[in-house]
């Protein structure tokens, strides 16, 4: 499948290109946003490279393919974000982000979550959307909770991650998720009412 650009309240999400290498180095290098995800620190060529391969991905079609869209604001790559595929059989895709921390805290990562919660249940017909996280990353957990993805439970030591020296330590891997019927109980629900 093709995904066209999504049009949020301030964001326009599109697929992430070759060009957006700059901007994305500009979170990608940082020792705060690389805290808790599972990625090697790497130099400009190497997440040139990474970049470059995840802009090459388009298709959502066989288990553990993968889609991700730039969040653009006025004209910058501020964060990305991702869908994966954890089972074709099951129809199980699991949503990912990732953002500049100088944008963080004013609701931009929730809003491009949110487009691309909708887009897994209303346009690729998830039957769950699921999200894993360091327990100890508590800002994407409490993402989730404004999403409405419950925590479904934690695997314990499920991650070893070694730093530059080959010293590692395993990780607690926290696992939430929300099915369609959720979805679905959540889209009839009234919106909170605003004075
Ligand atoms: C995880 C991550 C995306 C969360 O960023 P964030 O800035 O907390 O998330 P949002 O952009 O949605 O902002 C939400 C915060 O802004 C506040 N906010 C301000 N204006 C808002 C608005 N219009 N709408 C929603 N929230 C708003 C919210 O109250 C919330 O604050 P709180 O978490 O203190 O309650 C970010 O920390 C990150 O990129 N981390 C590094 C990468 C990473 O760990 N990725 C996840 C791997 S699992």
């Given at each position: 499948m093709a995904v066209a650009p999504i049009q949020t309240e301030r964001l326009t999400l599109r697929p992430l290109a070759e060009s957006d290498i700059d901007d994305v180095w500009q979170y990608q290098q940082l020792d705060e946003v690389l805290l808790y995800i599972p990625w090697p620190k790497r130099d400009f060529d190497e997440a040139a490279a990474h970049t470059r391969k995840r802009a090459g991905l388009h298709t959502l079609d066989t288990d553990n393919s993968a889609i991700f869209l730039a969040c653009e604001l006025d004209g910058r790559v501020i964060g990305d974000v991702m869908l994966r595929v954890s089972?074709?059989?099951?129809?199980?895709?699991?949503?990912?982000w990732v953002f500049h921390p100088?944008?963080?805290?004013?609701?931009?990562?929730?809003?491009?979550?949110?487009?691309?919660?909708?887009?897994?249940?209303?346009?690729i017909g998830a039957h769950r959307l699921i999200a894993q996280l360091d327990p100890r990353n508590t800002a994407?957990?409490?993402?989730?909770?404004?999403?409405?993805?419950?925590?479904?439970?934690?695997?314990?030591e499920a991650y070893y991650e070694k730093d530059a020296d080959g010293n590692g330590e395993w990780s607690d891997s926290g696992l939430y998720g929300m099915t369609a019927h959720d979805w679905r109980a959540l889209e009839d629900t009234p919106a909170p009412h605003t004075p």
């Open positions: 089972s074709v059989e099951t129809a199980e895709l699991e949503i990912g100088d944008v963080q805290g004013r609701g931009y990562a929730t809003e491009a979550a949110a487009a691309m919660q909708r887009l897994a249940f209303d346009g994407s957990a409490r993402l989730c909770a404004r999403l409405g993805l419950a925590h479904e439970g934690t695997l314990r």
